[in-house]
Nanobody, 120 residues
Framework: QVQLVESGGGLVQPGGSLTLSCAAS????????MGWYRQAPGKQRELVAT???????NYADSVKGRFTISRDNAKNTVYLQMNSLNPEDTAAYYC??????????????WGQGTQVTVSS
C-alpha cells in the first residue's frame, strides 16, 4: 500500500501564493496520474489539476493561469504551485495517485488532505 502525505497548506491573504507538496511513501507503478482535488465545506470534491507520469497536465478552468502542477518522478512527489489565491480557493486539498488504462495493476490512492484558507 502506498501512503500519500501532503504538506504546505495554511492561511494566506487574497492575492498570495502557496505551494503544496505530496510525497508518496514508495514508487508508484507507471503509467499513472497524480493530481490534486479540493473540497470546500458543503461542496463536492472537485478536480484541481492532474499530471501524468509522462508530464501531460490538465487543469480545472477555475485555476488555469494561476495554478501549476508539476512532479518529480525520482522523488515520487507532486507539487501544486498556487498563485493569485482568492477566497473561493479555500478548501481541503487532497492528493491522488491513480492507475491508467495502460497500467498493469489498478490503484487509487488518496492523501489525508491539507487545508488551504484564503482570508484577509
Amino acid at each position: 500500500q502506498v501512503q500519500l502525505v501532503e504538506s504546505g497548506g495554511g492561511l494566506v491573504q487574497p492575492g498570495g501564493s502557496l505551494t503544496l507538496s505530496c510525497a508518496a511513501s514508495k514508487s508508484i507503478f507507471r503509467p499513472n496520474v497524480m493530481g490534486w482535488y479540493r473540497q470546500a465545506p458543503g461542496k463536492q470534491r472537485e478536480l484541481v489539476a492532474t499530471i501524468t507520469s509522462g508530464g501531460v497536465t490538465n487543469y480545472a478552468d477555475s485555476v488555469k493561469g494561476r495554478f501549476t502542477i508539476s512532479r518529480d518522478n525520482a522523488k515520487n512527489t507532486v507539487y501544486l504551485q498556487m498563485n493569485s489565491l482568492n477566497p473561493e480557493d479555500t478548501a481541503a486539498y487532497y492528493c491522488n495517485a491513480a492507475s491508467t488504462a495502460w497500467t498493469s495493476t489498478r490503484f487509487d490512492y488518496w492523501g489525508q488532505g491539507t487545508q488551504v484558507t484564503v482570508s484577509s
